[in-house]
């Protein structure tokens, strides 16, 4: 008699491991998109470079320089615009375009989505 034995001991990922590939796949498809990579690298250079040109020399009262507050508030936008608007405008895109529902249907867990989201 012949006995079925499972061989290739198959273990399914992570939500981790799956959320990291998740990730991977969003910085490419972001990296494809001219527009979203200008607003988010180069049109602050710009900003920053334009400003930098405008206020030079000292803040008022201290020792610091206007370039040095201008480093630090591009930087704090350019964050807060990344993480907050991109992430709320790209997962309503997802939903309105369908690709939500699709990724339900796949054995993908949830957190994955996030966790790949939060990685992007």
């Known amino acids: 008699m012949s006995t079925l ?13 799956i ?3 998740q990730a991977r796949l969003d910085i490419k498809l972001f990296f494809r998109r001219k527009d979203a990579v200008f607003f988010t690298f180069l049109f602050p250079l710009m900003i920053l470079t334009l400003f930098g040109m405008i206020f030079s020399g000292k803040v008022d009262g201290t020792n610091i320089e206007y370039s ?5 508030g591009i930087i704090a936008s350019g964050v807060a615009s990344v993480t907050f608007m991109n992430l709320g ?8 375009e369908g690709r939500l529902k699709r990724l339900a249907g796949t054995p993908m867990p949830p957190l994955s989505y996030f966790i790949g989201k939060v990685g992007l």
């Open 5 to 17: 034995t499972n061989s290739t001991n198959l273990t399914m990922p992570s939500a981790l491991s």
């Open 19 to 21: 959320g990291m590939a």
């Open 68 to 72: 040095q507050v201008l480093v630090a």
């Open 89 to 96: 405008v790209g997962i309503a895109n997802e939903r309105d």
